[in-house]
Nanobody
Framework: VQLQASGGGLVQAGGSLRLSCAASGFAFDDYAIGWFRQAPGKERVEVSCISSSHGSTYYEDSVKGRFTVSSDTAKNTVYLQMNSLKPEDTAVYYC????????????????????WGQGTLVTVSS
């Protein structure tokens, strides 16, 4: 099982980045994929989640309207398009997979996630 997150980098405030999470080794359609971020000294927070099989998504309030999660089931890849980035979006971003049936509209608890990627650093300068 492998989750490979990529796409992080340094961007100015107001800019955009697209993160990718490439999954392998498990039945992609049976899992919800979540995006989490962790800033220095802070807890890990779920910012978005998608269930490709259910067609539902979740966004944490601070990213609603700026971030868009999508999936390409043919490539077993989930994307997080991040627009209008702010300095407070600076964090290490992780993708994770949870065996899940049903909607993810309310998010999924961190303890539900079985597999984690290695993280990719996003730095937004002011």
């Amino acid at each position: 099982v492998q989750l490979q997150a990529s796409g992080g980098g340094l961007v100015q405030a107001g800019g955009s980045l697209r993160l990718s999470c490439a999954a392998s080794g498990f039945a992609f359609d049976d899992y919800a994929i979540g995006w989490f971020r962790q800033a220095p000294g802070k807890e890990r927070v779920e910012v978005s989640c998608i269930s490709s099989s259910h067609g539902s998504t979740y966004y944490e309030d601070s990213v609603k309207g700026r971030f868009t999660v999508s999936s390409d089931t043919a490539k077993n890849t989930v994307y997080l398009q991040m627009n209008s980035l702010k300095p407070e979006d600076t964090a290490v971003y992780y993708c994770a997979a949870a065996l899940w049936v049903g909607t993810v509209q309310s998010g999924i608890g961190v303890n539900e996630f079985d597999y984690w990627g290695q993280g990719t650093l996003v730095t937004v300068s002011s």
